[in-house]
């Protein structure tokens, strides 16, 4: 049986640290490979350093071999198979892409900073661009989100076939956790799902799920379905948002037109992103 991988790219910012104790804690539950990622900055280190090359590199050994000792230590003995890191150079998002392409990973866990204080949109563009263009599953946490066993996730769907193999990934997931999981669809007044069409399309999905706490459930919102949802995972309590990546898909819809500003929504909530079923 295939090792579960998780990659977690750091720049030893808070946010990616936080992200980090996500990646370990999954870790843990999958009996996964956790990989440490860095892509060095070398125009940041050359402010930092005389010599940027040698002493930035010195730099970044000593601070992922302190990561990895700390995984090792909380995690190894809770589940976790092992934690390295790697360092490669060149362009963060490609770099990141073209390792966990060749790594064969199957998350990648990354940090947000988010909206800041006077809610200007602000989200991380790496974040935003990694899940744009990685072929691999992606979860996003924002800074201010500390780690805590999910409640309820909170799967957002616009009935494709995809779904019914996305759903089984969440299921996996909240097995670990004992959770629930809502599976919600937020049709709007320009693609409204009559109550009839969703008793069918749930019907078509339920033979493919088996799980006792999961429930079905069809909103309608005024405006976008983006802020549907957010409403939703307010009132509902949702700890996780969860959606597939298709091409053509409701993901689409929601997120591609201005990624960075419409991820603001769910800055409260770590967004996992589907894009392998």
């Known amino acids: 049986m295939k090792t579960f991988k998780i990659l977690c790219p750091t720049d030893f910012s808070e946010c990616s640290l936080n992200a980090l104790e ?3 804690k999954l870790g ?11 892509v060095p900055s070398m125009e940041d280190y050359r402010k930092l350093f005389r010599h940027p090359k040698e002493e930035s590199l010195e730099f970044v050994k000593k601070k992922m071999d302190n990561l990895v000792a700390e995984v090792v230590l909380e995690s190894v003995d809770k589940g976790l198979i092992s934690c390295t890191a790697a360092v490669k150079e060149g362009k963060t998002v490609e770099t990141i892409i073209q390792f966990a392409n060749e790594n064969d990973i199957d998350l990648i ?3 947000t900073e988010g ?3 006077i809610k200007t949109n602000f989200i991380g563009t790496k974040s935003s661009k990694v899940i744009e263009d990685s072929s691999k599953d992606v979860l996003i946490v924002p800074r201010k989100v500390f780690f805590k066993s999910p ?3 909170v799967y957002a769907t616009d009935y494709l076939e995809e779904d ?3 759903i089984q990934k969440v299921v996996e997931l909240a097995n670990f956790y004992d959770s629930e999981i809502d599976i919600v669809h937020v049709g709007t007044k320009s693609k409204i799902i009559d109550r009839a069409l969703h008793q069918t399309m749930v019907g078509e999905i339920k033979p ?3 799980y006792e706490k999961i429930s079905y459930v069809l909103k309608t919102y005024r405006d976008e379905p983006g802020l549907g949802l957010e409403n939703y995972l307010i009132t509902a309590k949702g700890n996780i948002l969860v959606t597939l990546s298709k091409k053509k898909s409701w993901f689409d819809q929601l997120f591609t037109q201005n990624l960075s500003k419409k991820m603001s929504y769910f800055i409260n909530k770590p967004l996992l992103v589907i894009k392998e079923v």
């Not at 843990?28 to 860095?38: M, Q, R, S, T």
Request: charged share 30%; aromatic share 18%.
């Open 28 to 38: 843990e539950k999958y009996k996964a490979e956790l990989i440490l990622f860095h």
């Open 151 to 153: 409640r309820k996730f």
């Open 22 to 24: 996500y990646a370990a």
């Open 109 to 111: 866990v990354m940090g």
């Open 115 to 117: 909206v800041n204080d």
């Open 208 to 210: 493919f799920i088996r």
């Open 164 to 166: 019914k193999l996305a």
